[in-house]
Nanobody, 123 residues
């Protein structure tokens, strides 16, 4: 089993920054591709960013590229999402997820999920 627990969400103003963290249990954390998704009320859960187990490959949604940075610390079993220049349209529940595959952007390809952390950006 892999347990994922997000933290770091909150209420911020447009232009502010937040860093989300996802703490993972399990000895095989370093072998998983990790990702962040987000879901706003009434909308589909959408891809934000992913990072593979070797930490050499990352992908970003066009809407966040240049503003968000995904990283991981395998020694601490933790993945991060640094969010800068936040916009009201970034408001959503943010989820971390894990999969065995590379470079996956579909929620259907991920089989481990955290409980989510709320990010609200006011204008």
């Amino acid at each position: 089993q892999v347990q994922l627990v997000e933290s770091g969400g909150g209420l911020v103003q447009a232009g502010d920054s937040l860093r989300l963290s996802c703490a993972a249990s399990g000895r095989d954390f370093s072998r998983y591709t990790m990702a962040w998704f987000r879901q706003a009320p009434g909308k589909e859960r959408e891809f934000v960013s992913t990072i593979n187990w070797s930490d050499r490959s990352t992908l970003y949604a066009d809407s966040v590229k240049g503003r968000f940075t995904i990283s991981r610390d395998n020694a601490k079993n933790t993945v991060f999402l640094q969010m800068n220049s936040l916009k009201p349209e970034d408001t959503a529940v943010y989820y971390c997820a894990a999969t065995d595959y590379y470079d996956r952007t579909r929620k259907e390809d991920y089989n481990y999920w955290g409980q989510g952390t709320q990010v609200t950006v006011s204008s």
